[in-house]
C-alpha cells in the first residue's frame, strides 16, 4: 500500500518561501514520477510541478506557468521524499498542497494520471 504524507504548509507573509515535503512509503519511489497539485476554495484542482522518475537523464521537471521560476521540485530518492521549494510567495498561492504519486516514470501535468494521492497540506500567504 503506497501512502503519500504532505508536511511543511503553513501561513507565510507575501514574498516569503516555505518548503513542504512528501514522504512516501513503498518500493520502487525512485522509479516513479511525482507531482505537486493545489486546490483553493472554489477552484479546481491545478497542477503546480512534476518531476519524472530517475532515468538515463537524470530528473526532468515541469512547472506550471504561474510558478516557473518561484517554485522548485526536487526529490531524495534515498529518504523516499519529494520536495517542492517555493519561494517569493504571493496571495495567489494560497490553497491546499497535494503530492501525487504515479505507477509510471514519466511525469505528467494532469491529475488524472497520478495513482496516489497525499491528504494535502495547507498553505495561505497573506498580503
Known amino acids: 500500500q503506497v501512502q503519500l504524507a504532505e508536511s511543511g504548509g503553513g501561513l507565510v507573509q507575501a514574498g516569503g518561501s516555505l518548503r513542504l515535503s512528501c514522504a512516501a512509503s513503498?518500493?520502487?519511489?525512485?522509479?516513479?514520477?511525482m507531482g505537486w497539485f493545489r486546490q483553493a476554495p472554489g477552484k479546481e484542482r491545478e497542477f503546480v510541478a512534476t518531476i519524472s522518475g530517475i532515468s538515463w537523464s537524470g530528473a526532468d521537471t515541469s512547472y506550471a506557468d504561474s510558478v516557473k521560476g518561484r517554485f522548485t521540485i526536487s526529490r531524495d530518492n534515498a529518504k523516499n521524499t519529494v520536495y517542492l521549494q517555493m519561494n517569493s510567495l504571493k496571495p495567489e498561492d494560497t490553497a491546499v498542497y497535494y503530492c501525487?504519486?504515479?505507477?509510471?516514470?514519466?511525469?505528467?501535468?494532469?491529475?488524472?494520471?497520478?495513482?496516489?494521492w497525499g491528504q494535502g497540506t495547507q498553505v495561505t500567504v497573506s498580503s
Open positions: 513503498g518500493r520502487t519511489f525512485s522509479r516513479s514520477a
Open positions: 501525487a504519486r504515479r505507477e509510471g516514470s514519466l511525469r505528467s501535468t494532469r491529475y488524472t494520471e497520478y495513482d496516489y
